[in-house]
């Protein structure tokens, strides 16, 4: 048997459309554990796939197509809310875009009809196709409003839309085709993935300066909060001077992973040229030579200014101080989540990056692209997928506790957490996890490091794989190539 069964999908559709139809099923493929084989015309009579217009036979499966959809994706508009219909699937309510109303499926003996456009719908969600037609409006750069996107409108934020479109495809393949179901499986025998990542914005967060500020600013509030001034003041006196040393607190982190057996990305800060001179940590002879020794042979990427997601030769600049301590960095988030999906990845393709993990929501937890698994992004303008992997950002830490955010307490931010690794392990999918190292500070952010920590065991314990983001890259490529 083979190991990724060869599955014959027969497109019958306009030529501009092809390469888009092609990036969907071959996303669905990869999660499916398939090798998909393209055939473009009519009729193929051993098609186990269609997808076009009205075939002239049966085929085991059929997913609808209207004509009409190829010629909106040319139009470059967004699509009318009004025609976002709804149905449930496994118990989850989902939108279904360029399709009609009523059941999902119908069901003969032999064959399947997927009613609903799951390669379109899928499409739109993965191009970030809503942020690309705003973003043309001449909207500043920096972050995507989480306010303006169809997730936010109809709270499917933390519904992985496109896993579960793809659940309802091996839904129809259980039906149909039994001799194609794989496992689906992660690092061998894990049922889902879950990456850890640190994003180090402050190598050494705690100068004199900010000691200095923090007492400052207590004591000049104290009236107005008195319990949580007191704690502060008290909590920074005795925390700041008898316990606190970057450097400890850093080999901890890697210490407990270690403990864990679980590894993680660390992501560097690399420009000089920001504001805050703790930031221009990169440039510091001792902060690099305490890289060097406690990272030296971590997973290590770039933490891209704001600047390097959208100009070329910052990132390059930045990419090159970077390896100047010896690292060689393929993995990028940037810095503030700052990000233009087509400009970006057509940079980090150019600079050579292997994988981003940019894509998500700062203001809350949840799927930006409608995906929790890699994927590789898609080039409107060439009609392509970029070369480069995006390993979805799921949740941060600072998006949990910042007021500005969800706002939520250690307790509320482990009920999250847990809900989202059952539903990774529902779909056998992945989680991804962001921990600044300065949420692990026991007076500012106390209970959030340890339940960094709690997470992690009970994604084990659950049969989840907690890895690196160059793990999880290195294992998709294998099932991409």
């Known amino acids: 048997m083979e190991r990724y ?16 139809a092609e990036f969907v ?35 085991p499966i059929c997913i609808k197509f209207h004509p009409e959809t190829a010629e909106f994706f040319e139009r470059r508009e967004l699509y009318p809310l009004e025609k976002v219909n709804f149905c449930s699937f496994n118990g989850n309510h989902l939108p279904f875009l360029f399709s009609e ?47 303006e996107s169809l997730q936010y409108r109809w709270d499917f934020t933390e519904t992985p839309v ?9 839904y129809a393949i259980q039906r149909v085709l039994p001799e194609y179901l794989r496992d689906i499986a992660w690092q061998g025998n894990r049922r889902f993935a879950v990456s850890l990542s640190h994003d180090i914005d402050y190598w050494r967060y705690w100068d004199a300066k900010a000691v200095s500020d923090t007492y400052r600013y207590n004591f000049h509030t104290f009236l107005k909060r008195p319990l949580n001034a007191s704690y502060k003041l008290i909590g920074h006196y005795l925390h700041k001077k008898h316990f606190y040393n970057h450097y400890r607190r850093l080999r901890g982190i890697l210490q407990k992973e270690r403990e864990l057996k679980v590894k993680s990305t660390w992501f560097l800060l690399a420009s000089g ?3 805050d001179p703790r930031q221009n940590y990169i440039d510091d002879m001792v902060y690099r030579e305490e890289i060097i020794d406690l990272l030296g042979q971590e997973d290590v990427g770039l933490h891209g200014s704001p600047e390097a997601a959208f100009d070329l030769d910052v990132l390059l600049e930045e990419l090159e101080n970077l390896r100047s301590l010896g690292m060689n960095p393929t993995g990028f988030r940037t810095h503030y989540l700052h990000f233009d999906y087509q400009l970006s990845f057509a940079n980090l393709e150019a600079a050579g990056i292997k994988y981003d993990s940019t894509l998500g929501y700062w203001e809350n937890v949840g799927f930006r692209a409608g995906i929790s698994v890699p994927f590789y992004p898609f080039n409107i303008e060439e009609n392509r997928p970029f070369r ?28 999250t957490l847990f809900r989202l690794i059952k539903v990774a ?8 996890l962001l921990w600044h190292n300065t949420s692990f500070d026991p007076v500012d952010y106390p209970g959030w490091g340890k339940l960094y920590y709690k997470t992690i065991s009970n994604a084990l314990r659950n049969g989840g794989w907690v890895t690196s983001l160059k793990d999880i890259y290195e294992e998709w490529v294998t099932l991409s190539y």
């Open 5 to 20: 069964p060869k599955i014959n999908i027969l497109l019958n559709l306009p030529e501009r459309y092809i390469p888009k």
């Open 25 to 59: 099923l071959r996303t669905y493929c990869y999660i499916l554990r398939l090798n998909p084989t393209f055939i473009y015309g009519t009729h193929f009579e051993a098609a186990h796939i269609y997808y076009g217009t009205r075939p002239k036979r049966d085929y």
């Open 101 to 147: 109303g009523g059941s999902i499926f119908s069901l003969t003996q032999d064959s399947c009809i997927l009613r609903k456009d799951i390669v379109a719908g899928a499409f739109y969600f993965l191009t970030c196709w809503h942020e690309y037609i705003i973003s043309g409006l001449g909207l500043p750069r920096g972050r995507v409003d989480y306010k």
């Open 162 to 170: 496109v896993d579960i479109y793809c659940q309802i495809l091996l």
């Open 273 to 275: 040229k920001f504001e």
């Open 388 to 415: 480069v992997l995006e390993i979805p950002l799921i949740v941060m830490d600072t998006t949990l506790y910042s007021h500005k955010a969800m706002n939520i307490k250690p307790h509320g931010g482990k009920l």
């Open 425 to 432: 392990a529902k779909y056998q999918c992945h989680l991804s």
